[in-house]
């Protein structure tokens, strides 16, 4: 295999590290600031001037839309292997992936839209989003059922002439409390008495459409994080248009698969990026305090730490760039075992290392004076987001025994995964 980050990509990480430590690394405490502010005036689901500032810089440098291949609307759009060491260096500050529309949902929403929405829902929807002037949002999990078995969805989607009417009480959709949140994917069941994974169907909502309630933001350990927002929703007789139906009925669990797989390596990314900021403040701040007569960087249970923490952070990221390339080179299908690899392994590595990293500051690790407290509570929500940890150890078994399986009366041949 050839590890080489090839010229291309060279040259935009290059040009990221230069925009991240010209615009974003100096403008995390303005962004917090404004936050604040707006919190304080009694709405905090404003967007940020900051990032509107610094969306035309990032599209005039060339960083923007990395995260779409192949699609005509997006030129700009890289390889899985090729976006991959951005994406990292992008997930190293929270609010950095929004400045390039790289974003969740949007990067997902986007994507389903351009492989499985008409023309015209492009037109409407994706040109917009591609462009940076709304935000989505992805309605897929209910409060009333155990969501990691999609099955279990309740929400109704039903036809009646030219629309459907959509009812049901969604939650944690991320995204929902942004006022330029414009539009919303949203999975549920068109037809009960199918299949059991051909029940679903994903379809487009308006978010200003009647009959849709926002009922109340959900914090994540604490966090808000607003402007974007995890929010509950109620939809009430809601009608849209047919021609709002993705792909068909029932083929909300093939549109599910084609979405999360790049999702899901997207978060991986951002993940190994802040461990690896992580790794970075705890070092600086082990050699910078003393405790006990010598500086803590010399204690061996900090150097056992730290040491562990660059194996794990390589042996991610080695895992990781294995799936983008295999995504690329023979599909998702093919590469669902790369997928949930990484993420049982990125998530979990990435709040260790972070935990470490807290325990290296002391009081100060779970202040918001450092960004550790923050980054923990997002990937520890990580472990559940785009499916909980356990659905995919379950997957990856099933895939693991079925290569072992008994084949009259003889062990199958074990199949060799690419890489």
Request: charge should be neutral.
């Amino acid at each position: 295999m050839d590890f080489e980050y090839t010229p291309k990509v060279k040259a935009m990480q290059a040009r990221l590290l230069k925009f991240m430590d010209e615009h974003i690394y100096p403008n995390e405490a303005r962004f917090i600031r404004e936050i604040a502010e707006n919190r304080a005036k009694g709405n905090a689901w404003i967007p940020t001037t900051i990032i509107e500032e610094l969306k035309p810089k990032a599209r005039a440098a060339g960083l923007w839309n990395l995260f779409l291949p192949h699609s005509p609307r997006a030129p700009e759009g890289l390889s899985n292997l090729e976006y991959a060491p951005l994406c990292e260096i992008m997930g190293r500050v929270p609010f950095a992936p929004e400045v390039f529309n790289c974003s969740a949902p949007d990067t997902g929403n986007m994507e389903t839209i351009e492989r499985y929405g008409s023309e015209a829902n492009k037109d409407h929807w994706l040109e917009p989003l591609l462009k940076g002037e709304i935000r989505s949002a992805f309605l897929m999990t209910e409060p009333e059922v155990a969501s990691s078995d999609a099955t279990n969805i309740q929400c109704s989607i039903r036809r009646e002439g030219d629309e459907y009417l959509i009812n049901g009480r969604k939650w944690w959709s991320s995204g929902a409390g942004d006022p330029r949140c414009a539009i919303y994917i949203v999975m549920g069941k068109t037809n009960p008495d199918a299949g059991r994974h051909e029940q679903q169907s994903m379809i487009l909502v308006p978010a200003n459409a009647p009959g849709i309630k926002v009922l109340r933001p959900l914090s994540v350990f604490g966090y808000d994080d607003a402007p974007h927002g995890h929010m509950e929703v109620l939809l009430e007789n809601v009608r849209v248009p047919a021609s709002n139906l993705l792909l068909g009925e029932g083929r909300g669990f093939e549109i599910a698969q084609g979405r999360l797989g790049p999702g899901r390596i997207h978060h991986c990314m951002r993940s190994i990026g802040m461990a690896e900021r992580a790794l970075e403040l705890m070092c600086k701040r082990l050699n910078t305090r003393v405790a006990f007569g010598r500086e803590i960087a010399r204690q061996s249970v900090w150097q056992e730490r730290v040491a562990e923490a660059r194996c794990m952070i390589e042996q991610a990221r080695l895992l990781t760039l294995k799936a983008a390339y295999m995504m690329d080179t023979a599909g998702n299908k093919v590469a669902k075992a790369e997928i949930a690899m990484i993420k049982i392994v990125a998530p979990t590595m990435a709040c260790q290392i972070i935990d470490w990293a807290i325990q290296a500051h002391g009081g100060g690790g779970v202040s918001d004076d450092f960004p550790l407290a923050y980054a923990y509570a997002h990937q520890r929500t990580l472990r559940l987001a785009d499916g909980p940890d356990e659905v995919h150890r379950a997957s990856l078994a099933k895939l693991e025994f079925a290569r072992h399986l008994l084949v009259h009366g003889e062990v199958q041949m074990p199949i060799t995964r690419g890489g």
